[in-house]
């Protein structure tokens, strides 16, 4: 089992670790990011509470953005815990 991510991760490391979060930011603003050719510029100094300022989300899609990566990474080791046995 990987260590808990925080809000304090940065995006490069979130992503690598989990590239399927991608398509969740894509939702909250990453595809501006990626337009702009600025993700590779910012993502291994961004933070994931950075990312939500950034985007202006408000407290209500922060919650709801934080809890889709909780619910996708729990997701993502349950099945690898369930391949390894």
Not at 16 to 41: A, F, N, T, W
Not at 69 to 82: G, H, T
């Amino acid at each position: 089992m990987r260590q808990r991510i925080t809000l304090d991760i940065n995006l490069k490391e979130l992503l690598e670790d989990y590239p399927q979060v991608r398509e969740i930011l894509r939702d909250y603003g990453l595809g501006r990011l990626e337009e702009e050719d600025l993700l590779d510029v910012v993502a291994d100094k961004l933070t994931l509470k950075g990312f939500f300022r950034l985007m202006e989300l408000d407290e209500e899609d922060q919650g709801k953005l934080w809890m889709k990566i909780q619910n996708l990474i729990r997701e993502l080791e349950d099945l690898s815990w369930k391949e390894k046995n």
